[in-house]
């Protein structure tokens, strides 16, 4: 049996893109297919660079048609375009099958960020015939010793007196710097200071200034420290100046940060098909595994946690594609995708590592690339911490204060985000409105863990309006983020929500998640009650906003066959 909510590459056919989109995503699927679990296992093992997937990427202009927007492509090139909804598709398919592969393709993503941005003509077409030979890129804004601390570079830019700079400094954590042909590097001019002397110039990374100094991971992954030494930045290849190098740089991230919950996803999907088939025909006691009540619930939870990440990721993809300067509501989903999601990623691959032991470490297998693996999701493009702090921005208005938009469709069209390339100052947080998230809960309110979900979602608009952290409070971050933990999570019921309306999904499956999530909640509430600073109120509120879902035996099982169907479903060729 095949089920329909996850990726499997037996019967992957993505009708609903256009056919040449069509035709990427599967030959993409073949090509890994056909080299087999064997080699995908060795190669990763080994540490081996990428160079044959990239040739194949370059053989299928598959970088250039998905990153190249319509703006950039020539004549004849209509199916170019920067396409929200295929590059999540993509990002999924990479991470079912290593994380390495994926890695490659997301910081091409961040290293044409500032290209793209930018009103230089000739940096834009030299990055589209670059992609169009097969290139990758890289981006280049940390630093050794301020990580991504953009206020503190040391990549110093003495004017030349020719329009152009001498660039010195190194950076470091630099995905592809060792083969780039374009790097989009952060720095600063020595002659001027404060936000007005902030660069961002492209570099070469085969120029003879360009120096490689090493792999600073131990992996296939290339993630470089490199240094430039009187490397001569020409006028041409000035991308970005002032206030705008900086703006370039945040929303950079912003485009880049949304990719790495679909890789979460294709990494669970991988490792769910291993770890329900092992458990299941592994028979101890005389019984199969699966016949044991906690290995059911922990495989049941994984499945319907990893159905959440995918409904959430698909229904921000619409949010993202239909933004605008009027319509930034994808400011608050998109770190919300990057931490949320990614974290969801870690707790299911634990809850199957839970039921499958000493069978995650064996070295045939997927599964221990994907324990592995999963881990470094949620600590890129900004850590957990520093993405709840920035959701934190948007709570008083998107619980409290909900304004009217039309209604966001979904968004599978074949259009080009050009948006994402022209966000504007990256300011302003505090200030966006967003919908009525009770609107999605209603809808479902005969659901009996949905409308218990909905009564901690309205306990916590209370908690803002009655208990929010005081000014002492506020500079607590260990507090707040408790907080932010509990708002996460009704952001991350609504957005399911409303994509489980949009799909008609089996209503079990939504119930069951959301005793997940009630769990979840109450977890957190208990969490906020032991914080050291937490008000006598603040504690009395935390114990208040605890609940129990609703079992229902009849429901569970039904939902647990689903599980059950996924043993044999899927295996990788030899």
Request: with cysteine; hydrophobic share 45%; charged share 25%.
């Amino acid at each position: 049996m095949t089920d329909p909510l996850l990726f499997n590459p037996r019967t992957y056919d993505p009708a609903h893109f256009d056919p040449e989109t069509r035709r990427l995503l599967r030959a993409t699927v073949d090509w890994f297919e056909e080299r087999g679990k064997r080699r995908l296992i060795e190669d990763y093992r080994s540490r081996v660079w990428l160079a044959d997937f990239l040739a194949f990427a370059a053989k299928e202009k598959l970088f250039a048609t998905f990153l190249t927007p319509a703006a950039a492509a020539g004549e004849g090139e209509e199916h170019k375009r920067w396409d929200t909804a295929r590059i999540a598709a993509l990002n999924e398919i990479l991470g079912f099958y290593g994380l390495d592969y994926w890695y490659a393709w997301q910081v091409t993503i961040l290293g044409l960020g500032p290209v793209w941005q930018s009103g230089n003509a000739a940096a834009r077409a030299r990055a589209a015939e670059l992609l169009d030979q097969g290139e990758v890129f890289a981006f280049g804004l940390s630093e050794k010793a301020h990580g991504a601390d953009i206020y503190s570079t040391d990549m110093l830019l003495e004017p030349d007196g020719q329009g152009g700079f001498t660039a010195n400094g190194s950076k470091y954590y630099i995905g592809n710097g060792n083969a780039a042909g374009l790097v989009s590097v952060f720095g600063r001019r020595t002659d001027v200071e404060g936000p007005d002397g902030y660069v961002f110039f492209a570099a070469d990374s085969r120029h003879p200034a360009y120096h490689l100094v090493k792999n600073v991971v131990d992996s296939s992954k290339y993630v470089s420290e490199f240094r430039l030494e009187n490397y001569p930045v020409r006028a041409e290849d000035v991308l970005h100046t002032g206030r705008a190098a900086f703006d370039a740089a945040l929303n950079t991230v912003n485009v880049g940060k949304f990719n790495l919950c679909t890789a979460s996803i294709g990494i669970c999907e991988h490792a769910m098909y291993e770890a329900v088939t092992h458990a299941h025909n592994r028979i101890l006691y005389g019984r199969p595994v699966t016949a044991f009540p906690h290995v059911r619930r922990e495989l049941t939870d994984a499945y319907v946690r990893l159905v959440g990440m995918k409904l959430f990721s698909d229904r921000a993809v619409d949010y993202f594609r239909s933004a605008g300067p009027d319509d930034r509501r994808y400011l608050l989903f998109n770190p919300m995708t990057k931490m949320k999601v990614t974290t969801e990623g870690e707790k299911v691959i634990d809850l199957m590592w839970d039921v499958i032991a000493a069978k995650g470490f064996e070295k045939d297998n997927y599964f221990g690339q994907a324990a592995v693996e999963i881990r470094g999701l949620p600590k890129l493009e900004g850590t957990v911490h520093v993405n709840l702090a920035l959701i934190l921005k948007f709570m008083r208005n998107h619980l409290l204060n909900p304004a009217d938009y039309p209604p966001v469709p979904t968004r599978l069209d074949a259009a080009d985000d050009d948006f994402l390339f022209r966000q504007g100052p990256a300011r302003g947080l505090g200030s966006i409105r967003f919908h009525d998230w009770r609107t999605a809960f209603d809808a479902y309110a005969h659901l009996p863990n949905v409308a218990r979900f909905r009564e901690q979602a309205d306990a916590l608009c209370e908690f803002v309006t009655t208990a929010a952290p005081d000014e002492e409070q506020s500079k607590d971050l260990d507090l707040l983020l408790a907080v932010g933990q509990l708002f996460a999570l009704v952001v991350h019921a609504q957005l399911i929500l409303e994509q489980a309306g949009l799909t008609s999904l089996d209503e079990d499956v939504l119930d069951e998640l959301f005793a997940v999530l009630i769990r979840d909640f109450s977890a957190h509430a208990i969490e906020l009650h032991g914080k050291d600073s937490a008000t006598k109120t603040q504690q009395a509120w935390a114990l208040s906003a605890v609940r129990r879902p609703a079992a229902d035996e009849a429901r569970s099982d039904r939902v647990w066959q689903r599980v059950e169907s996924l043993s044999g479903a899927y295996e990788m060729a030899p």
